[in-house]
């Protein structure tokens, strides 16, 4: 029997849906279209299964979280990833949470930054960079409005250049929006 999980992890959990997934082999031509490109390009997930009940939008939110998370130039995907785990964070949405840490993990070899991150959050040792783009990614998440231009000026005095703010800026606010509709139709459980 499977159980939720509330902690934040770097293993990434089962998410089991509360909407029934669409069968594929019982997809509709307009779903099938929409499932051919998948986000990241990975396998279709139950939760892309259950998008797919709206194939046009699955279609539109695949290609713009396509192109905000895989894009080539701007902000290193790493840094890209670590914007969608302060977002997570923040929602507490620990499906996403822990896809994101993975990613990010996989990408600089080592998982000392996303432990530190879950298990003390704002306080975690990091450098100045690492720790720009987090406190950033938490306030935009927290309440979009009290970001300022101090926030901004911190980004830009540890190096970041006006697009790779802006990539941060979407990839978090991405997130911000999709750990919400995660939320409403799933949980991440232990196990199948």
Known sequence: MSRVIHKFTTRVPTWRPHVTPIDYEQAT???REALKETPSNTKISDYVLVLAHDPESLRIRTSLFNGIMYDKGGLA???RELGAVAASVV???IYCAAVHAQRYNNIV???RVM???FLRGKEAD????TRAILKFGMRLSECPPNVTQEDIGSLKEVGLNDQEIL???LS???FGWANRLMHTLGEPVSGK
Do not use: F, K, M, V
């Open 29 to 31: 031509p307009a779903q």
């Open 77 to 79: 995907r790493e840094e």
């Open 91 to 93: 929602n507490r949405c």
């Open 109 to 111: 070899g080592d998982d």
């Open 115 to 117: 432990g530190d991150i």
């Open 126 to 129: 990091l450098d100045p960079r």
């Open 167 to 169: 990539d941060l800026t």
């Open 172 to 174: 978090t606010t991405l």
